[in-house]
């Protein structure tokens, strides 16, 4: 992958091939973990970073699903990625920020354990491709919403996705769909499903889905173009 020159590390810059964390690390072996992907990009103006107060809100609002104090502030973390985008002089490209239970303890309670929080950016292209891609509805279905607060992004739950983008190697799909547990469609590993029909876009309700920013976006969008959108259950 490609790199940039440093990584925000608890409070302070260090150099890219020097970010390391311990064997031990409680998220490494538990999935206690939350992240955010934003991305910055290339204006007039200089690089702008994307709905960053809405990715910081998230970020909190999954910390908080794990009962993880984030030890700064959420200007704090708005101001250490537009640091760490500054300082990497990164034009365009995606900001990864994360915080995760270090190393100090085992065990499944994560209490006293220390809350590590870094931020990484680096130059990263669309992750799909321009042209249309072939989609197989996984065998894996979506987390369930009663086995977790689903709708927060926790490293633990995106071994969902990893299952299903295994279980397209050697096939001719780029993609795969989950459907939730009714059998409706939910969202891909990384992104939220739209269709549009009859010149409606139509998502599925919340509920067994992230609630993405970029979801948001498009509504936003889309209302601004007086475009119809619609939340509503798709079968799958």
């Known amino acids: 992958m490609d790199q940039t020159k440093y990584i925000w590390v608890n409070g302070k810059l260090i150099r890219w091939k020097k970010a390391r964390t311990h064997i031990l690390t409680h998220a490494l072996h538990y999935g206690g973990g939350v992240f955010e992907g934003a991305r910055v990009y290339e204006t007039p103006r200089g690089p702008a970073v994307f709905r960053l107060k809405e ?3 998230r970020l909190f609002y999954s910390a908080k ?11 704090e973390i708005n101001q250490a ?3 760490t985008v500054k300082k990497n002089k990164l034009k365009e490209g995606y900001i990864r920020p994360i915080a995760y239970f270090g190393y100090g303890k085992m065990g499944l309670n994560p209490a006293g354990a220390p809350v590590d929080v870094a931020i990484a950016c680096w130059p990263w292209g669309k992750y799909l491709s321009d042209k249309p891609i072939d989609v197989k509805i996984s065998k894996y279905i979506r987390i369930h919403p009663k086995s977790g607060i ?3 992004k926790i490293s633990g739950h995106y071994v969902n996705s ?3 983008v295994n279980e397209l190697a050697g096939t001719k799909f780029h993609e795969a769909l989950f459907l939730d547990f009714k059998g ?7 992104e939220n499903f739209f269709i549009v029909k009859k010149g ?4 599925p309700t919340l509920g067994t889905i992230l609630k ?7 509504f936003k969008i889309a209302d601004y173009l007086g475009i119809r959108t619609k939340e509503k259950v798709l079968n799958g």
């Open 55 to 57: 990715h910081t809100d």
């Open 65 to 75: 699903a794990l009962s993880m104090e984030i030890p700064y502030s959420k200007e």
């Open 81 to 83: 990625i537009v640091y």
């Open 150 to 152: 689903t709708d927060a």
């Open 162 to 164: 990893i299952m299903a």
């Open 184 to 190: 409706n469609i939910a969202e891909g590993p990384g």
């Open 200 to 203: 409606v876009v139509y998502t």
């Open 212 to 218: 993405g920013i970029t979801r948001d976006s498009i």
